[in-house]
């Protein structure tokens, strides 16, 4: 095989400094995990809800695809476009209070096409700092300029704001709801004041919000905030996959016709559809599960604080366990998995250096019990080093 020399200075560089990613084979059960032979309490996934295991989930796909075959066969404006999509776009749209919604094929695909269709040239796209990579690569992609404001900092966003006053045709600016690294909020309040006060549009990724907050669990800004693009995701509490923007009827539109990740692309099939259909219809009923996962998390911060560790400004089911220096961290996430526990280490260059930490995220299916051994886990290795 031919050897490119970039490849190779690449991947010893990663060697190098430690960084060198793979991936691993693993099987899931429940809030459980299998990995390497063993079976460790799972606090990486983002099966909020149990959802990724539902036989209710399971049973609506495989009737999807008794009902409307395999395959979708083409693109939603060539042929692909079945009752089925339709049906679950009216009830999303329904369910977060906007006018119209529209099926993406993952959340990554929307971000990376969605931003460059609504930010062309002469458009200034305004992103926090601590947004997905998706978000980010979106704002690369688009012709329009990119500036990234302070983490939550609706002051400098306010600042970036003022400075581009009558520089740009149009202004977009892109935030999480629910930050997937720190676990925190953004000011959704505030952001969309601004956005409103500058004549910005605003898209809200919430990725890690729907299913989990929000009116029906069905995100933040359930008729609230008046953001032009709500990003959800069907892969995180709605435990199968694909994603959906929710928007007015004239966006929908407006990407149907200009958005490429919309138009090149096969339509989800009917088993995805089945089983996001199905869990939407069960997150509306699962304020039980939500507030076993609110709980689950108050109490994991509080123990996790008691026992010295900085959680950042974490105030929801995704908990920062800051150690800071990157090998530390990796020998932490190791000593776990020998103490039966799986929580990946995140280092940079997904966080800022000295920011190392052990990602946690709930589920509602951790119990009392799964999170005490984790905090003993982690109090041993604290007395130890
Ligand atoms: C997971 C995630 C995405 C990507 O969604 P997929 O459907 O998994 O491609 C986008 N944004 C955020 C904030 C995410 O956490």
């Known amino acids: 095989m ?212 929000g009116e029906n669990g069905m995100g933040l800004c359930v008729r609230k905030y008046n953001a032009d693009i709500i990003l959800g995701t069907f892969g995180k509490a709605f435990g199968s996959f694909g994603a959906f923007v929710a928007c007015s009827q004239a966006m929908r539109d407006y990407l149907i016709n200009f958005c490429g990740g919309f138009i090149y692309t096969t339509a989800l099939p009917p088993s995805i559809i089945g089983a996001a259909t199905k869990s939407l219809e069960l997150v509306a009923g699962m304020d039980g599960e939500r507030l076993t996962l609110a709980q689950n998390a108050d109490y994991l911060r509080k123990r996790l604080r008691d026992s010295g560790y900085d959680t950042l400004k974490s105030g929801t089911q995704i908990i920062p366990v800051i150690i800071g220096d990157e090998e530390k961290t990796v020998s932490l996430s190791k000593y776990l998995a020998d103490q039966g526990i799986f929580a990946v280490a995140i280092r940079p260059p997904t966080v800022k250096q000295n920011s190392s930490r052990i990602r946690i995220t709930l589920s509602s299916m951790h119990t009392k019990e799964h999170i005490d051994q984790l905090m003993t886990a982690l109090i041993a290795w604290n007395d130890r080093s």
């Open 2 to 213: 031919n050897s490119h020399p970039f490849i190779t200075k690449a991947l010893e560089e990663r060697n190098h400094t430690n960084q060198f990613r793979n991936i691993v084979e693993s099987s899931i059960d429940g809030v459980y995990i299998q990995r390497n032979g063993n079976r460790l309490i799972n606090f990486s996934s983002n099966d909020y809800l149990g959802l990724a295991s539902n036989p209710d989930v399971a049973l609506a796909s495989k009737k999807f695809i008794d009902r409307f075959g395999n395959g979708s066969a083409a693109s939603r404006l060539i042929t692909g476009t079945g009752e089925y999509h339709i049906e679950l776009e009216k009830k999303l749209a329904s369910a977060l209070g906007t006018e119209a919604s529209l099926i993406f094929n993952s959340g990554y695909q929307a971000n990376t096409t969605v931003i460059p269709a609504l930010a062309g040239r002469n458009s200034l796209v305004l992103s926090d700092k601590l947004n997905h990579n998706s978000l980010l690569q979106g704002a690369n992609l688009s012709l329009g300029k990119l500036q990234r404001y302070r983490h939550n900092d609706p002051g400098h966003l306010k600042t970036l704001l003022k400075r581009a006053e009558g520089h740009y045709e149009r202004i977009l600016i892109v935030t999480e709801s629910v930050f997937s690294m720190d676990g925190d909020v953004a000011d959704l309040a505030v952001i969309s004041s601004l956005a409103k006060s500058y004549g910005a549009m605003l898209m809200v990724d919430e990725a890690h919000a729907i299913g989990v907050l």
